[in-house]
């Protein structure tokens, strides 16, 4: 079973944000329009398939970098993460943490790099063609749909993570405060019992 959710997480983080921006690319590439459809007076072959598969998955691997560096930047300005996470505590929570990835995570992944490969496949658009308003209203509903469900599953992956995972950066911050203290009193203590041991030693 969770062999099947991952796969199913994989597929919807990367390969259909992928396959997105390979069919929205592929009239103006000559090459995706070929792994997609094949010759004319053939049927698709294996190979166009594979091919087709495999483009996805590198589109949808470099969505995901650009989501990285768009999307993430702007849900961390207007909902930035008041929680860092003890990644430490991990080895007695692995398996909740796994459902929290294919629950949550993976939908974020998909509605951003999904909201990439729409901006992609509109600019595209746009570049061959000319500018249709009508157009730009259907992709830009799209893409606000698409950064709202981003929004909403990366709040709620943040919200799990933080209960699996509870410390703040305030409770970071104590800690450490508190782990200077306490080696300092050990090499207090430390300090006097080498001079007691000196001072009986004279005596």
């Not at 049927?43 to 398939?49: I, Q």
């Not at 495999?54 to 930047?73: C, H, Q, Y």
């Not at 992956?157 to 800690?175: G, S």
Request: charged share 20%; net charge positive.
């Amino acid at each position: 079973m969770l062999v099947d959710d991952r796969s199913f997480g994989i597929v919807i983080a990367f390969v259909i944000p992928g396959w997105i921006a390979l069919l929205g690319l592929a009239p103006f590439v000559p090459l995706f329009d070929q792994w997609l459809s094949g010759p004319l007076d053939e049927s698709p072959t294996v190979g166009g398939f594979l091919y087709s598969l495999l483009a996805s998955i590198a589109l949808g691997i470099f969505a995901s970098t650009l989501r990285w560096l768009a999307v993430d930047s702007l849900i961390a300005v207007f909902q930035p993460t008041k929680r860092a996470p003890d990644f430490g505590k991990l080895r007695d929570a692995h398996d909740a943490m796994r459902v929290i990835i294919e629950g949550q995570y993976r939908f974020y992944q998909f509605y951003g790099n999904g909201f990439i490969a729409i901006l992609a496949v509109a600019c595209a658009r746009w570049f061959h063609h000319s500018f249709d308003w009508s157009e730009f209203a259907l992709f830009a509903l799209i893409g606000i749909i698409l950064l709202l469900g981003a929004r909403d599953t990366k709040h709620k992956y943040d919200v799990r993570l933080a209960q699996l995972l509870p410390t703040t950066i305030e409770d970071q911050k104590v800690n450490q405060r508190r782990d200077r203290s306490r080696n300092s009193n050990r090499d207090t203590k430390a300090a006097k019992s080498v001079s007691r041991a000196r001072q009986n030693v004279r005596s």
